[in-house]
């Protein structure tokens, strides 16, 4: 029990440019198992015909889960070492900046995905690649659907902003010896690798994306205004995707 208690004690100890080993392990996986297991799962799923009701409310319910857990254990490594939540950007620092950016913010973020579907409704079928095969599998097509994938939204909004904007930012930049501008390119790439599945224009757009996000929350030390944008954005994707892009159901199996 003596060694078992002095080999815990001696990991909590372990740190590498001032940032503790776990938080290195948690960058690790959202650089790796994310992205391999993001574009395992939608090859599955290309690789389907169709896709059931059903099968897309599980997609959506286990990726909510999975990203409520993961916040979970990130706030308790994060408590473990002595971070707040303000460290992360849980908070109104600055209330008025804060609402000021999250308007400007969500108007253009979801200007510019309404644009980009309008654009993409305008080709054909054929001519939608990766993103529109995406959107015709994965995209809710029914009442209940929407519903769901709008909990899921909210969640991703809230969830990955604070893995990225919050922890993998706010880590990198005392990494990096205080770098602002390390901390959102480094959270900006990481996002961008969570979005592999979605091919090389959405690695790109993710990653610009990322960094406004990014810019967001270093200038108004909230992780609000990137949230709901995030959110904002998934969910003029998911919910206005069937009708720009014509889709129709694709099976009436349940």
């Known amino acids: ?56 409310l599980n997609l959506y319910g286990a990726t909510i889960a999975a990203q409520w857990i993961g916040a979970g254990i990130l706030a308790w490594r994060g408590w473990a070492r002595g971070y707040l939540p303000a460290d992360w950007g849980v908070g109104l620092p600055n209330p008025g900046a804060a609402f000021s950016a999250t308007a400007v913010l969500l108007v253009l973020a979801c200007g510019v995905q309404i644009i980009s ?33 709008a909990t899921l939204a909210l969640t991703a909004g809230i969830c990955e902003e604070y893995f990225y904007r919050g922890f993998a930012l706010t880590i990198i930049e005392r990494a990096s010896g205080g770098s602002a501008f390390a901390g959102i390119v480094a959270s900006s790439a990481l996002f961008a690798l969570a979005h592999l599945y979605q091919g090389r224009r959405g690695l790109l757009a993710t990653f610009v994306l990322g960094g406004i996000f990014g810019i967001s929350r270093t200038l108004t030390g909230s992780l609000l205004p990137a949230a709901v944008a995030h959110a904002g954005v998934d969910l003029v994707a998911g919910l206005w995707a069937a009708r720009k892009l014509r889709l129709s159901p694709q099976s009436s199996r349940s």
């Open 1 to 56: 029990m003596n060694l078992m208690r002095e080999f815990f004690a001696w990991t909590e100890s372990l740190n590498f440019a001032g940032v503790p080993w776990d938080f290195w392990a948690i960058l690790a996986l959202l650089a790796t198992l994310v992205p391999w297991r993001g574009v395992v799962r939608v090859r599955k799923l290309l690789e389907q015909p169709a896709l059931t009701s059903a099968e897309r």
């Open 117 to 149: 579907l309008r654009k993409l409704a305008q080709l054909s079928p054929e001519r939608h690649g990766l993103i529109g095969q995406l959107m015709r599998k994965l995209m809710p097509q029914r009442a209940v659907e929407s519903l769901v994938f």
